[in-house]
């Protein structure tokens, strides 16, 4: 029988990996409304680590390319906006993290 400090320990992982995967499917439905058919999106950091992922954490996008008339910060206003919590957004070919990105992210294609 599992003690009263286990079971909230399990409530507490069960609503943690709940807000991730809406936080997931969020991000996927604005990415969709905000940019073009065809976009090339790396998502990482805790977002897709069960267990990493908590109440006060942002969310961290990088992006091979944008349509003109889209920068990176209005699009991180935009997703900030959306998601309802603070969201980096990176341009792939500019930041030191690519590798990492490439490595351990999620490569969506819209």
Do not use: C, Y
């Not at 409530?11 to 073009?36: K, N, V």
């Amino acid at each position: 029988m599992a003690t009263l400090l286990e079971r909230l320990s399990a409530e507490r992982a069960e609503r943690r990996e709940a807000a991730r995967t809406a936080a997931l499917d969020r991000l996927h439905r604005a990415l969709l409304e905000l940019l073009p058919s065809g976009s090339e999106v790396w998502v990482f950091g805790s977002i897709l680590r069960p267990g990493r992922f908590r109440e006060d954490s942002d969310v961290d996008v990088a992006v091979a390319s944008l349509p003109p008339g889209i920068s990176e910060a209005w699009l991180q206003f935009q997703l900030a906006l959306r998601m309802d919590r603070g969201v980096d957004v990176l341009n792939l070919h500019e930041t030191g993290l690519r590798s990492r990105i490439e490595r351990e992210g999620e490569k969506w294609t819209l």
